[in-house]
């Protein structure tokens, strides 16, 4: 059974919002939400985690519900250069293996 | 060097031919993690080293694979008479300490059997 479920793919243009949401309906009390970038021909990169209500850093902002049972990562004003694939895990504290799935393919145009 | 370095970045190799991919993590980075990342697909997770011993090799596909990491740094993961269904990109991860520390990725090894 898949920790989280993510849309396959988003389009979106230059300067635009983008807002990606996840679903992790059996989030357990000491699960994080965490969210990793990868573009073409490189591994992924950490972009940030979270555990309730809001994070947000210089690449994204993450909405986290009082439920815990979705996340929604958002992307201020991208550019051609976001366009990569965004991973979203739920790992315990005590994890030490990251389980991905497929992600959500995101491309902008210009 | 500042992050993952992972040699070489590709590797061709001929079926039955046996392989080693090389990793270096970053320097103090206890955790080390191997995966593997098919066409269109998230990462897999290998094997996961904290130090020298491998914690979890749950993920090695079956025992044509093997990684070491003898001095607690640098791994080598072995393939050993590769088939087709062995290429893919290779991903070397470490982290501080591991369990919930963010961990970084190097670039990869594409690994091609032919």
């Known amino acids: 059974l898949a920790k989280t479920t993510q849309p396959i793919s988003m389009d979106s243009y230059e300067g635009q919002e983008v807002n990606i949401t996840c679903s992790h309906n059996?989030?357990?009390?000491?699960?994080?939400i965490t969210w990793y970038q990868q573009f073409p021909s490189q591994g992924p990169r950490f972009i940030i985690q979270?555990?309730?209500t809001k994070v947000t850093n210089e690449v994204a902002s993450l909405f986290i519900p009082a439920d815990r049972k979705s996340s929604t990562l958002s992307l201020p004003r991208v550019s051609l250069s976001d366009t990569a694939v965004y991973y979203c895990?739920?790992?315990?504290?005590?994890?030490?293996?990251?389980?991905f799935g497929a992600g959500t393919t995101v491309t902008v145009r210009a | 060097g500042a992050g993952v370095s992972q040699t070489p970045s590709n590797k061709v190799t001929e079926k039955g031919k046996y392989v080693e991919l090389r990793c270096d993590p970053i320097?103090?980075?206890?955790?080390l993690y191997w995966y593997r990342q098919s066409l269109g697909q998230g990462p897999e997770f290998l094997i996961y080293?904290?130090?020298?011993?491998?914690?979890?090799d749950s993920g090695l596909p079956n025992d044509r694979f093997f990684a070491v990491r003898p001095e607690g740094s640098v791994s080598t993961l072995k393939i050993q008479r590769t088939e087709r269904g062995d290429s893919a990109v290779y991903l070397c991860?470490?982290?501080?300490?591991?369990?919930?520390?963010?961990?970084?990725f190097g670039q990869g090894t594409r690994l091609t059997v032919v």
């Open positions: 991860a470490s982290s501080l300490t591991g369990g919930n520390t963010e961990a970084f």
């Open positions: 059996n989030i357990a009390t000491n699960d994080y």
């Open positions: 979270g555990y309730k």
């Open positions: 895990l739920v790992e315990s504290s005590n994890d030490y293996k990251l389980s």
């Open positions: 320097s103090g980075h206890t955790a």
């Open positions: 080293f904290q130090g020298t011993g491998a914690a979890d």
